[in-house]
């Protein structure tokens, strides 16, 4: 028999013995330690490994909640839009319905064209708001005297 020298055997002072059993148990603790170490590494790839897919799944579900929001808000403008749609179109159709009646028709052109029937006679009447325009444009003219002028003037008559 041979003896065989490990590392520690500089540091401790005794020899290993090398035979069969030795030899065995040696490897037998070296694969206790390669297969500690395999469930170590299985152990955290299967810790890694599913939180990384939770990750990624999670990011997923938050872009579709994204995706889902955006998307019932354009339904909401859509309904909107089209009700304002549904409206427009029924009061087209009853500008319809009245264009097709000839009373209307011939009140509007009266109304808007100033066209009358044989015999009748259209007065047009100047609205408020026309008149307090003329006044202001008279005024800017000098066309009419401003109330200080007109005032003035009174006082100075009294005193002639």
Aim: aromatic residues 4%.
């Amino acid at each position: 028999m041979t003896k065989r020298r490990s590392s520690n055997d500089r540091k401790q002072n005794y020899t290993k013995l090398d035979n069969d059993y030795v030899r065995n148990t040696d490897k037998a603790i070296n694969r206790k330690i390669e297969a500690r170490k395999r469930k170590m590494r299985r152990i955290a790839f299967f810790a890694i490994v599913p939180v990384v897919i939770i990750a990624v799944l999670l990011n997923i579900l938050l872009n579709q909640n994204e995706t889902l929001a955006a998307k019932e808000q354009e339904k909401v403008e859509a309904k909107e839009h089209l009700s304002d749609l549904k409206e427009e179109r029924e009061s087209l159709n009853l500008r319809i319905k009245q264009l097709e009646n000839d009373e209307y028709i011939a009140k509007l052109l009266r109304k808007e064209y100033f066209l009358s029937k044989e015999g009748e006679r259209i007065f047009i009447m100047p609205d408020e708001k026309d008149e307090k325009d003329e006044k202001d444009e008279k005024e800017k003219k000098g066309d009419i005297p401003d109330k200080k002028d007109a005032v003035s003037e009174k006082k100075g008559k009294k005193d002639d």
